[in-house]
């Protein structure tokens, strides 16, 4: 399971928790300049207990191109319509590759046979290796990667549950499955203490997510009292 | 192109060449037992004038699982014949899906659209990660994962000239190219000197490739004059 510290991976979880698997949690130090998502991830595997977590060091920042990643502004605005169309400034090169082919690696030797990643077809449309498309075709590469699938065990299963939800939709489940929000954080360029900006457009969606669904924001924004 | 420092990924840096090619060397410390291999790689980028060469920090240990990064003896035959059937345990958890989504996150960066391997399907059929079916779904994958995939730029390739390619067809083709194989390494458990055993896989291998090319063997072994 790929664990990012946000809103979707938190609720990632606990579908699998609640599908009756023991959860081997995943994430990476990529260089990202958001790293208190780190911190949010080990709290989350912690309150979510976990079979495992790991934090694996890579450094993206090395290849550039990604406002995540290298010294190039993060895009704000005021509302979701303010958002710009196509591939966001914040997707970085093959991202979900790289963390599913690590996964890959640990599934293998742990023996599992199924990978979770919180990744959602509505909100980001614009990153290329969030498409459903994508996640069907690295699952028939990774049968053809690994022992798995030369010795015709049982193929690998890359599941997607939120793959079709919408933000609001996927606060609601998680609601329902008793994550708490507060210990998530979402915003692509959060402040020293942690605090989210409210105008990213991660901020902007998971907004709105909690407007849609009813639910109050447990969200600590920069400048809010 | 993934760069390894062993003779045959030095044979796919010279087709690329040939082929009107500058190339982007990348290889890993991955932590292997055998980092010789790393200085014979920068050397061989240095020797060959590739463009650009990096090596990327990468820790596949803590995953376990393989005699090259584990605390596992590598195996150690007198002959090819005695070589065991199916997956070695040299066989490293998911590597070429690891180092082929780097290559792409590169590739997307430098904005290129062809990546080389030197994978072949004779001499390490055991590995399930160099099988041709296995490349074929990588790369229909590492289309849908990038932005050439989404905006309907020319598709990515993944390149593998040596795939069915024999050890003496290989050698016979790069002596024609040029290379100096004695820069090279192939053996999995090198000593502290770089001196290759002769007595692993990786070695036999090579041995028989030299011998059935009919081109004198310029590999150091250790205890030879």
Not at 10 to 36: D, P
Not at 122 to 134: H, I, M, N, Q, V
Request: aromatic share 8%.
């Amino acid at each position: 399971m790929l664990l990012s510290g946000g809103l979707d991976s938190a609720t990632c979880v606990a579908e699998a928790q609640a599908a009756g698997f023991a959860v081997y949690a995943l994430s990476f130090r990529y260089g990202q300049r958001h790293s208190v998502e780190l911190d949010c991830a080990q709290a989350m595997a912690q309150s979510l207990k976990v079979a495992e977590h790991r934090i694996i060091d890579i450094d993206l920042r090395q290849f550039g191109g990604s406002a995540l990643t290298a010294d190039i502004d993060v895009p704000k605005h005021d509302d979701v319509g303010d958002m710009v169309e196509g591939i966001p400034i914040t997707y970085v090169p093959a991202r979900n590759t790289i963390f599913l082919s690590y996964a890959l690696a640990w599934a293998e030797v742990l023996e599992a046979q199924d990978i979770y990643i919180g990744v959602n077809a509505l909100d980001y449309s614009g990153y290329p290796d969030c498409r459903p498309a994508f996640i069907s075709a690295f699952q028939t590469m990774a049968n053809l990667a690994t022992q798995a699938g030369v010795e015709g065990e049982a193929p690998l299963t890359i599941h997607t549950p939120l793959l079709d939800m919408t933000k609001a939709q996927i606060i609601t489940r998680g609601t329902e499955l008793g994550i708490d929000y507060g210990g998530t954080i979402s915003c692509y360029d959060p402040d020293e203490n942690g605090a989210a900006c409210g105008h990213c457009d991660s901020c902007l969606l998971r907004k709105k997510g909690f407007a849609e669904a009813g639910i109050p924001d447990p969200t600590r924004y920069a400048g809010a009292p």
